[in-house]
DNA sequence: ATAGGGTTAG
């Protein structure tokens, strides 16, 4: 019985029909018309009804179709109920009323659909209900076919129990032959890597004895989640036909692995090969590009996007990277003209932008954002908290950013996390409150993370107090033991409050952990799409000569205008002519007087750090703002600064 | 049936 069920519903009939039926209308004479067997009849109708619940789309079409298999009496038909379950959960039909209800009218269900019950309860939960069904189906001496342990195995993958995982592994290998089925060993290697083993994965792929594109992507995207894309990049190079989504895979892994050059070197090459790109492919570009804050490139990617039909307007994704890719790339206004165009919005979109406001110090354009929101139908999560308390922090709000915190957990249903805890800090340190501060994080139902201590860290280096610096500092360097970051703020602090014993202590600590500063790096956008990146020191750049003349030709001008160069800038114990030619090979100066060599008059600059900008930079920026009239945004790991007419967006508190 | 997706912080 069984048996013959499961030859029943392994044919696809639908392809056989027109098949069928020419024979039926050819002309051959010698051939008397033979008319269909019953058992034809019914399948021509069972596919019939396939393919129309194949095209449906929501409830009411499902239940209409439902209707016309009872009215032909094919309701005890699994193959057909199996397709209408699979429907069922596909549109999102809760699984215990209606799809349940199907499953319980049969009197005898086959293994299809079985799986098809399965296989809904291991997409919506509870996942328990996935194992539960099998244990029954095992119990009615139902076999199961490969389709079931996918289907049991997603469920593992769902509830990240590796445990039971293990379990079904085994049962693959002791009821036959399914662990080297290619689906069940793809969904497997999927399991064990979302459950975060990725050793075992890679053991099952191994073992595999058939593999295909599927099986490489999947362990290429466990490694670029590990961190590990030397790994992935690996086994890219190894896969012998690599299609769109193990190419989207490398992109995006790069993308989120920091490593944004590498991430646009990819998409390149993946046009050169004449591999299409889809909207999942641009959200990774997008995300490159706002990394590496190149505007002329992000231009070039909407560009690439909007050709490829995926704009702002009839895309939320690509509409929110793109917000947070101009927003990135320095122009708040860019992403503004983007948000205001989009036709659908999510929470995404509205934190990107009121995230965009907040880094460019546009802190009431954030406040009154976020309060537009609220009157729509979008949730603010914790992200847009994060992003309205640091618009707050940056202009000084301290009411209104106390009120929202205290707020936000009853009116919005947000609680405060240690991320929303090290806005607080920020927000009270910078505003000088250093001990209110500190007691905030004493208060604290949650280990403080680095980032409220290094807030708390950031604000003494504001305020000049030492003595709480080094309880944030104690607590920093055991949290992040490498955090060179933090050994360098410290000894600042010590610097400028003239605390010369601590700073060598300091510095010793360093030098016994091994620690060396990161260099300084900046770079901007040259003409043709072209990064031109400069080290601190940097005497590389095939214009070098040109670039140190107009630096000094610049200082020259700003000293008739009163600069000095601000010498506590350099923390070495060096003389004052060495602290000047140190102090004038920064990066981001160098990168200033290329920009202002390769760019013509009127154009904005923009420089993007990777280290948090010096002071002696700072104001060399708004000298230069005003002498040449130039409009200069330097993005630096914090956030922008739009120098103009010798001013900074900054309000010079950073 | 099985693989790839956007935002935050010192």
């Known amino acids: ?14 392809l056989l029909i027109p098949k069928h039926r020419f024979q039926q209308v050819s002309p051959n004479p010698d051939q008397p018309f033979v008319p269909f067997s019953q058992l034809q009849q019914r399948k021509l109708l069972e596919s019939r009804l396939v393919s129309l619940l194949h095209d449906c789309n929501d409830i ?6 439902h209707g016309h298999i009872v009215r032909k009496g094919v309701d005890q038909c699994c193959f057909v109920l199996a397709k209408l379950v699979r429907t069922l959960t596909k549109v999102g039909a809760p699984m215990d009323s209606y799809p349940r209800l199907v499953f319980e009218q049969v009197k005898q269900p086959n293994p299809f659909l079985w799986t098809a019950l399965i296989r809904g309860y291991s997409l919506q939960g509870p996942f328990t209900e996935s194992v539960i069904l099998y244990n029954c189906m095992r119990r009615d001496g139902i076999s199961p076919v490969s389709f079931t342990f996918s289907a049991l195995l997603k469920a593992c993958t ?7 995982g293990r379990q079904i592994h085994a049962q693959t290998i002791t009821i036959g032959g399914f662990a080297s089925d290619l689906y069940v060993g793809n969904t497997m290697i999927d399991m064990y890597v979302k459950c975060g083993f990725l050793d075992c994965g890679h053991r099952v792929f191994d073992e595999m004895p058939e593999r295909d594109v599927i099986s490489w992507t999947s362990l290429i995207v466990a490694y670029a989640k590990n961190g ?20 989207t895979a490398m992109v995006t892994g790069f993308a989120q692995n920091a490593r944004p050059r590498e991430a646009l070197e990819f998409f390149e090459n993946m046009q050169d090969g ?20 190149a505007t002329k490139y992000a231009n070039w990617v909407r560009d690439v996007a909007e050709k490829s039909g995926f704009g702002p307007t009839n895309n939320v994704m690509i509409g929110s990277a793109l917000i947070d890719m101009y927003s990135k790339c320095g122009s708040v206004e860019d992403a503004y003209k983007v948000f205001d165009r989009m036709t659908e919005r999510n929470v995404f979109s509205y ?11 546009r802190a009431n354009a954030a406040i009154q954002l976020f309060e537009e929101m609220l009157k729509t139908d979008v949730k603010p999560n914790r992200v847009t908290f994060v992003g309205v308390l640091t618009a707050c922090s940056h202009v000084g709000m301290v009411e209104h950013g106390r009120h929202l915190f205290a707020t936000m957990e009853k009116s919005y249903g947000v609680a405060p996390s240690a991320d929303h805890y090290a806005c607080m800090v920020d927000l009270l340190g910078r505003a000088g409150c250093l001990e209110e501060a ?30 709480i610096a080094e309880i944030a500092a104690n607590h920093l360097f055991e949290l992040e033991p490498n955090g060179i970051g933090n050994y360098i703020l410290l000894s600042n602090i010590y610097a400028s409050a003239g605390m010369w014993d601590d700073v060598s202590r300091v510095r010793m600590l360093m030098r016994k952990k091994g620690l060396k500063k990161n260099p300084g790096c900046s770079w901007v956008e040259g003409k043709k799409r072209v990064i031109h990146e400069f080290f601190a020191g940097d005497m590389t750049h095939p214009k070098s000569k040109e670039i140190k003349q107009a630096l000094e030709d610049l200082v020259t001008r700003l000293e008739l205008h009163g600069y000095q160069p601000n010498l506590s800038c350099v923390p070495y114990d060096v003389n004052d002519e060495e602290k000047k030619r140190i102090l004038m090979a920064h990066s981001e100066k160098l990168a200033l007087a290329f920009g202002l060599l390769s760019s013509s008059a009127g154009c904005t600059i923009r420089i993007v750090k990777n280290l948090r900008i010096c002071e002696d930079c700072h104001s060399v920026m708004c000298g230069a703002s005003r002498i040449t009239g130039r409009e200069i945004v330097v993005r630096d790991n914090m956030r922008f600064h739009h120098f103009h007419d010798g001013m900074c967006s900054c309000g010079n508190f950073w």
């Open 351 to 361: 934190s990107s932008m009121i995230v965009g406001f907040a880094m460019h110090g």
């Open 158 to 164: 769902a509830a990240v129990d590796v445990d039971l």
């Open 60 to 65: 009411t079409q499902i239940k209409r179709v």
């Open 228 to 247: 590990d894309m030397d790994s992935a990049a690996g086994l890219f190079e190894g896969l012998p036909v690599k299609d769109m989504v193990a190419w």
């Open 438 to 467: 500190l007691e905030l994080i004493r208060t604290m139902s949650m280990d403080p993370h680095g980032g409220v201590w290094g807030a708390l860290l950031g604000a003494c280096r504001i305020h000049a107090n030492p003595d």
């Open 1 to 14: 019985m069984v048996a013959a069920s499961h030859r029943l519903c392994t044919q696809r009939p639908s």
């Open 274 to 293: 004449g591999i299409q790109t889809d909207e999942v492919t641009l959200v990774g570009v997008i995300s490159a590009c706002a990394q590496l804050g």
